[in-house]
């Protein structure tokens, strides 16, 4: 059984995991895509050498055959494929060792596609918080660019409180001055309203005379009045007795006559004076009002114009105290503008290290989806060979998957991908969808949990096909507007995943 040692020797090399120069010269095996190193040529190039044509039996070729075929279908990934019956006692321990290294590659298959999933959904935390730091960056920038913009605004306005204290203070003194020389003037009119006052109490008091003097006069005229009277009197009789006297009175009558007409006359120029004495006293006695009425006005004004005085002093002092602190609010204005031109210096460069930090974040986001995707379609690879799984285990391949899909929603944000809505929007065909409609009913169907997950897987796929029509249509605001609905669906279905793995 020479053959069958020299197999089992070499098929050892190959189950300890020896690098192919390990192997006796002349054998060579071939390098699978997917599993790593093989012996199919190893054994095509033995299954001459083991056994000569003419001692080799029938069912011996026939078991060659089947194991030959059995390592095709190893070496095409199909590692859950038992091995075949093998009738030849010599050939069964090679049957068992390739038996038990397909278990062995399998079950690393098995381990390496959950460390790939584990290592993807970390990923994709980081590929997430990334995207996250990514926007909080752009949102502070922009931020502090407002900001930026209002102590700009800020410092052109305390400039602007500068100069005008400036001018305010120049325009204070200058209304000082001429409240000085208003208060001069005031003064002048003040005084010179004093002695037209004075002037025309001395007219008042002269009215006051004249009112007396006329007063007097008209006494004079009464008795003058009545002196008239009494000669007219005295006349009269005086004719009468010179009619009793006849011819020898008549000459006294003649001057009774021209004494009656005396009388007469100045009765009448009594009357004349009384009526234009009388005239001068109302005269006398309007200009006495008036007289008066001047003087209160005078007096109120000589009151105005000193409460105007006092004003005036008011006003003065009041400029004085804005002039001094315009006086001090001009360099205090200057020292915060240029300490806001300092902070505006200071918040410029803090925007620009967030620019970088930002495109820093972008790139190194990006290069992690690169590997995330990478590490995703090798996970696949191994997923297509029929690994077998546990229902915990395909609710961990379910849960990255749909972890993935939020991913490519935040690269898309980033203008790293582009996506199809027709692609995500129906939720029963991704591997939720197929586990949920298959294993995951018949172990999990009725429970409260398993029939909320259904309507928040919907909603996830609904949510991320709106946020790419959205982006495609150029509307990246409603993108981000979606983006915390949909982690929150998100949490929601991966804790109902959580809790599905616990029951």
């Known amino acids: 059984m020479w053959h069958e040692s020299l197999l089992m020797e070499r098929w050892q090399f190959q189950c300890d995991g020896l690098h192919p120069s390990a192997l006796p010269e002349g054998t060579h095996p071939r390098k699978s895509e997917e599993k790593g190193w093989c012996i199919m040529g190893f054994f095509q190039k033995e299954k001459a050498a083991a056994?000569?044509?003419?001692?080799?039996?029938?069912?011996?070729?026939?078991?060659?055959?089947?194991?030959?075929?059995?390592?095709?279908?190893?070496?095409?990934?199909?590692?859950?494929?038992?091995?075949?019956?093998?009738?030849?006692?010599?050939?069964?321990?090679?049957?068992a060792a390739l038996q038990a290294f397909a278990a062995q590659q399998e079950q690393q298959a098995h381990d390496i596609t959950l460390m790939l999933n584990d290592s993807l959904a970390s990923q994709i935390h980081a590929s997430?918080?990334?995207?996250?730091?990514?926007?909080?960056?752009?949102?502070?920038?922009?931020?502090?660019?407002?900001?930026?913009?209002?102590?700009?605004?800020?410092?052109?306005?305390?400039?602007?409180?500068?100069?005008?204290?400036?001018?305010?203070?120049?325009?204070?003194?200058?209304?000082?001055?001429?409240?000085?020389?208003?208060?001069?003037?005031?003064?002048?009119?003040?005084?010179?309203?004093?002695?037209?006052?004075?002037?025309?109490?001395?007219?008042?008091?002269?009215?006051?005379?004249?009112t007396s003097s006329t007063a007097n006069i008209h006494t004079l005229v009464a008795t003058v009045n009545g002196i008239s009277e009494q000669t007219n009197l005295l006349a009269l009789n005086a004719s009468i007795e010179a009619a009793r006297a006849g011819e020898h009175g008549r000459g006294f009558a003649v001057v009774a006559e021209e004494v009656r007409k005396l009388a007469v006359q100045s009765k009448e120029s009594v009357e004349e004076i009384r009526a234009q004495l009388t005239s001068i006293q109302n005269e006398v006695k309007n200009l006495g009002g008036q007289f008066d009425s001047m003087d209160e006005t005078f007096t109120k004004n000589s009151e105005n114009i000193e409460a105007t005085e006092q004003q005036a002093g008011a006003i003065r002092d009041t400029f004085t105290d804005i002039s001094t602190a315009m006086e001090k609010l001009a360099p205090f204005a200057e020292q915060q503008s240029a300490s806001f031109e300092e902070m505006t210096a200071s918040l410029s460069q803090a925007v620009d290290n967030m620019h970088t930090a930002k495109n820093e974040s972008k790139e190194c986001n990006t290069g992690l989806f690169h590997v995330l995707m990478e590490s995703s379609a090798v996970r696949t690879n191994f997923l297509k060979n029929g690994l077998s799984l546990t229902s915990n285990e395909l609710l961990d391949l379910a849960r990255t998957d749909h972890l993935?899909?939020?991913?490519?929603?935040?690269?898309?944000?980033?203008?790293?991908?582009?996506?199809?809505?027709a692609d995500v929007i129906n939720h029963e065909t991704c591997r939720l969808g197929h586990?949920?409609?298959?294993?995951?009913?018949?172990?999990?169907?009725?429970?409260?949990?398993?029939?909320?997950?259904?309507?928040?897987?919907?909603?996830?796929?609904?949510?991320?096909?709106?946020?790419?029509?959205?982006?495609?249509?150029?509307?990246?605001?409603?993108?981000?507007?979606?983006?915390p609905e949909i982690e929150s669906v998100s949490e929601e279905v991966l804790g109902a995943l959580d809790h599905l793995k616990t029951t």
């Open 51 to 95: 056994m000569p044509a003419a001692a080799q039996s029938q069912g011996a070729a026939d078991d060659i055959r089947r194991l030959e075929q059995y390592l095709k279908t190893l070496a095409s990934g199909k590692l859950e494929t038992p091995p075949p019956q093998v009738r030849d006692a010599s050939l069964q321990p090679l049957a």
């Open 128 to 210: 997430i918080m990334l995207n996250k730091l990514f926007f909080n960056l752009t949102d502070i920038a922009s931020g502090v660019q407002e900001v930026m913009s209002v102590i700009r605004t800020l410092a052109e306005s305390i400039n602007d409180i500068a100069s005008m204290s400036t001018n305010i203070a120049e325009q204070t003194n200058s209304g000082q001055t001429t409240m000085n020389a208003a208060g001069a003037t005031i003064m002048e009119m003040s005084a010179g309203n004093k002695v037209v006052g004075e002037s025309i109490g001395l007219m008042v008091q002269r009215m006051e005379t004249l």
């Open 404 to 421: 993935i899909w939020f991913a490519r929603i935040n690269q898309m944000l980033l203008g790293n991908l582009q996506l199809n809505s």
């Open 435 to 483: 586990w949920y409609s298959g294993e995951g009913r018949t172990k999990y169907g009725g429970t409260p949990v398993f029939e909320n997950l259904d309507a928040a897987h919907a909603r996830f796929h609904q949510l991320c096909a709106e946020a790419i029509d959205a982006y495609n249509n150029h509307n990246e605001y409603k993108v981000r507007s979606l983006l």
